[in-house]
C-alpha cells in the first residue's frame, strides 16, 4: 500500500512564503510524475504543477514565476516552494503522484491535502 503525506500547509499574511513537502512511503517500485492540485470548497480541482523524474517542470499560469516543483528521488519526496502568495492562493493542497508498486504496474495516488491560508 502507498501513501502520500503532506505537510508545510498554514497562515502566512500576503506577500509571504510558504514550503511545501509531500512524502510517498510504502510498497514503492519505482515514481512516475509527482505533482500538486489545489482545490477549494465547492470548487473544482486545479493543476498548480508538476515534476518529472528527470526534473523536468510545468507550472499553471496562475503560479508561474511565483512557485517552484521539486522533488528529491532519494527520499520519495517532491516539494512546492510557494512566494510571493496572494489571497487567491488559499486553498487545500494536494500531492499527487504516478506510482508502481510492481515492474510497470503504474497507479495514480493522492494525499489528503494540506490548507494554505493567506491574510491580505
Known amino acids: 500500500q502507498v501513501q502520500l503525506v503532506e505537510s508545510g500547509g498554514g497562515l502566512v499574511q500576503a506577500g509571504g512564503s510558504l514550503r511545501l513537502s509531500c512524502a510517498a512511503s510504502?510498497?514503492?517500485?519505482?515514481?512516475?510524475?509527482m505533482g500538486w492540485y489545489r482545490q477549494a470548497p465547492g470548487k473544482q480541482r486545479e493543476w498548480v504543477a508538476s515534476?518529472?523524474?528527470?526534473?523536468?517542470?510545468n507550472y499553471a499560469d496562475s503560479v508561474k514565476g511565483r512557485f517552484t516543483i521539486s522533488r528529491d528521488n532519494a527520499k520519495n519526496t517532491v516539494y512546492l516552494q510557494m512566494n510571493s502568495l496572494r489571497p487567491e492562493d488559499t486553498d487545500v493542497y494536494l500531492c499527487?503522484?504516478?506510482?508502481?508498486?510492481?515492474?510497470?504496474?503504474?497507479?495514480?495516488?493522492w494525499g489528503k491535502g494540506t490548507l494554505v491560508t493567506v491574510s491580505s
Open positions: 499527487n503522484a504516478v506510482i508502481a508498486s510492481r515492474p510497470a504496474y503504474f497507479m495514480n495516488y
Open positions: 510504502g510498497s514503492i517500485f519505482s515514481i512516475n510524475a
Open positions: 515534476i518529472t523524474p528527470g526534473g523536468s517542470t
